[in-house]
């Protein structure tokens, strides 16, 4: 650990259960066609799309969600103790990752896995991280939320620039086995959204397992789960006593945290960097 963080190719990456030595062999993990894949930078609702996908595999009973730690149902790549549980499963895998494209094992470009790549506005990413950040130990802990402005902009936050990682992930639209989905679009019309899902991945739920998924995925319930609000950590990994993953579970925060001054320099950011991208990808204000 340095600087509060693991430093990997030029990337920070968070200092719990993540080393150097790990991130060069997870480059050799081998992706199975059967496998599914969410991808997404930090603090873009990636436990809630874990949450569905379990709901969706399990055919909307929770008993799985209620009895598994979350980061066992879909274990996380670029750590050492998901990486072994991965290794040795046998058939389909949910596995999940923060890892930019071009630090992730090759293989998953030369396999069918079904790929989600999450996206959020970005500004309620910075926002979330912030809060979650300051009562953990994963990673550099800001001092207030000017500083954690100036360097999520400047992509010195863990797993690097949000806007290379966005850039990189979205260029696979369009293939086949690539799904891009929004926080946001979820935040709108979640049952919308989780039948698409569910075609993407070749699955169907009869309507009670729907409305069931559709319960058990939500705000409150996931909240109050503590196999997947990250509650199982406090004490260890999360300090504040009252700590955990589900703060607000809303789209638009940011507007309630950022001065008019950083709004607009994020916009400005915002403009340069994802240059020649169809704005109609980024479906938030
Ligand atoms: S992490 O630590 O990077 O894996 O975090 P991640 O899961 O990507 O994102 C955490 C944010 O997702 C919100 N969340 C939800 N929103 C709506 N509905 C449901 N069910 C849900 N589950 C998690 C969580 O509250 C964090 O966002 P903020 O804005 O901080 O509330």
């Known amino acids: ?87 040795d499963k046998e058939g389909p895998r949910l596995i999940t990752s923060h890892v930019p494209i071009h630090l992730f094992p090759k293989s998953i470009f030369q396999s069918k896995t079904k790929v989600i790549y999450l996206i959020r506005n970005p500004r309620d990413i910075l926002v979330s991280g912030y809060f979650f950040w300051i009562i953990s130990k994963f990673v550099k802990r800001p001092e207030s939320l000017e500083q954690y402005f100036e360097w999520f902009t400047q992509g010195h936050v863990a797993f690097g620039s949000w806007f290379d990682h966005t850039r990189g992930w979205m260029s696979l639209r369009g293939q086949e086995n690539v799904l891009i989905v929004s926080y946001e679009e979820l935040k709108q019309d979640t049952r919308s959204v ?20 559709l319960k058990h995925s939500s705000f409150q319930v996931m909240k109050e789960n503590k196999m997947s609000n990250y509650t199982l950590l406090r004490g260890w990994l999360i300090e504040d006593k009252n700590g955990s993953l589900m703060r607000k579970g809303i789209s638009g925060d940011w507007k309630n945290h ?28």
Not at 10 to 16: C, L
Not at 35 to 50: H, I
Not at 195 to 208: A, D, M, S
Request: charged share 25%; with cysteine; aromatic share 14%.
């Open 1 to 87: 650990m340095s600087d509060g963080y693991v430093w990997f190719e030029g990337i920070p990456f968070p200092v719990v259960d993540c080393t150097p030595e790990h991130l060069r062999a997870m480059q050799d993990f081998v992706f199975k066609d059967e496998d599914v894949l969410t991808v997404s930078f930090p603090k873009s609702g990636t436990n809630w799309l874990v949450e569905i996908l379990c709901l969706i595999y399990s055919k909307g009973d929770p008993t799985w969600v209620q009895s598994v730690p979350i980061w066992e149902r879909s274990p996380w790549v670029e750590n050492t103790h998901g990486y072994q549980i991965l290794k």
């Open 194 to 213: 989780v039948q698409k899902i569910c075609r993407f991945l070749g699955k169907k739920l009869e309507p009670e397992e729907l409305n069931s998924l």
């Open 258 to 285: 950022f001065t008019v001054a950083q709004a607009e320099v994020f916009d400005r950011i915002f403009r340069e960097k994802m240059a020649g991208l169809p704005p109609e990808l980024f479906p938030w204000e």
